[in-house]
Structures are given as C-alpha cells and as structure tokens.
T-cell receptor, first 111, second 113 residues
Framework: DTEVTQTPKHLVMGMTNKKSLKCEQH?????MYWYKQKAKKPPELMFV???????INESVPSRFSPECPNSSLLNLHLHALQPEDSALYLC??????????FGPGTRLTVT | AQSVSQHNHHVILSEAASLELGCNYS??????LFWYVQYPGQHLQLLLK??????LVKGIKGFEAEFIKSKFSFNLRKPSVQWSDTAEYFC???????????FGQGTILTVHP
C-alpha cells in the first residue's frame, strides 16, 4: 500500500477560525512532510518530521502549527489565516532520503 | 542551497512526437533525483528516480531519464508521447546533506491528438 490519505479534501475557513488538516500513512515511513502548492507552482516545503520530531521548519508563520501524534499521523493546525494562505496543502511521507509519496491534498480557501 | 531549473515552462506536442524535458540542478554533493508528474485534478505521482548506478533510468509509462553528473542534469525523455501524457512534470532533487526535496518550477506538457 503506497497511499497517503488526507482529510478533508476541501476546506473553507474564515480568518478567525481554527481548523486542522489531517494526514495518514501506513507504509512504515518515518519521515513526513507538509507542502504548500499554489496554482501553477511547484510544491513548497513547509515542515519535515523525522521519527515524530520536527526536523525542518521553513520559516513558516506561527499561524500554521504542525503536530505528529505518532509515526502514521501528521496534523496541521490552522489559526487566524490570511486569504493569501489559500492553496493546496500536500502531505507526503518517505523513508529518509528516498522517494516521497504524496497525498491528494486539501484545497484550502480562506475567506 | 540547492536549486533546480527546468528549461521549458510549456511544451506543446502532437501525439507520437518525441519528448525531452530538461532539468539542471546546482549542488556539488550527493543527490537523489526524481521526476514527478501531476495529471489534471490528480495528486503528484512518482515517474522515476535515480539514486546510484546506471545513469539511464526507466520509469512508468515508457518514460526514462538520464543522469549526467558532469552537467548536473537529469533530463526526462519519452520516444512517443500520447494524449494521456498531458500533465505537469516536476523535476526534484534531494541533496542528502540538506534532507529535503527541492522542486523545479514545472513543465506543462500539452499533447494534441
């Protein structure tokens, strides 16, 4: 099974809302990632978790808060977002240094 | 810092034409190289990968890529494209010392039937 699942598929939230994105994989991968992808642009790395510890934060604003409750799950908590944060948020997992498997993404719209 | 450059933003071909998409990266150390494809409305899928060994690697759907270390290049090729190859293609590099994947800007391929 090479599947990474993400929920929800679509999310519309106001600038004062708090919401969470969820990601799950059962491939035994110990590295998990959050990316942001704007239309017609490549994915931009946001966070990397390695063995459930945050190893890379690409200077992401604090209104995005990642969490890795266990080796299969990755969350992204959202609070007080701005309209420019509207994008496709992708989760991925991998064995470290090897190919990353991507989920279908959550299409986020901030109103 | 590592960077990845894809030569073409948009390529338009007719079915059965040959395809070559260029990718160059800037990093002098050990790298793992990838091509990903994103079909319209679908998620990123791995097309092929290079870690070591034979610099000519074959991927899914008839795609192949050649790693030329001296040119810091990893070009994607397909001898005969199909309409179903219409998609966006991303070259990506993982410089092992950085521990993260860097994507090129992407090339949109449109294949006319």
């Amino acid at each position: 099974d090479t599947e990474v699942t993400q929920t929800p598929k679509h999310l519309v939230m106001g600038m004062t809302n708090k919401k969470s994105l969820k990601c799950e994989q059962h491939m035994g991968h110990r590295a998990m990632y959050w990316y942001k992808q704007k239309a017609k642009k490549p994915p931009e790395l946001m966070f990397v978790y390695s063995y459930e510890k945050l190893s890379i934060n690409e200077s992401v604003p604090s209104r995005f808060s990642p969490e890795c409750p266990n080796s299969s799950l990755l969350n992204l908590h959202l609070h007080a977002l701005q309209p420019e944060d509207s994008a496709l948020y992708l989760c991925a997992s991998s064995l470290e240094g090897y190919e990353q498997y991507f989920g279908p993404g959550t299409r986020l719209t901030v109103t | 810092a590592q960077s990845v450059s894809q030569h073409n933003h948009h390529v338009i071909l007719s079915e059965a034409a040959s395809l070559e998409l260029g990718c160059n990266y800037s990093y002098g150390g050990t790298v793992n190289l990838f091509w990903y494809v994103q079909y319209p409305g679908q998620h990123l899928q791995l097309l092929l990968k290079y870690f070591s060994g034979d610099p000519l690697v074959k991927g899914i759907k008839g795609f192949e890529a050649e790693f030329i270390k001296s040119k810091f290049s990893f070009n994607l090729r397909k001898p005969s494209v199909q309409w179903s190859d219409t998609a966006e293609y991303f070259c990506a590099v993982n410089a092992l010392s950085y521990g993260k994947l860097t994507f090129g800007q992407g090339t949109i391929l449109t294949v006319h039937p």
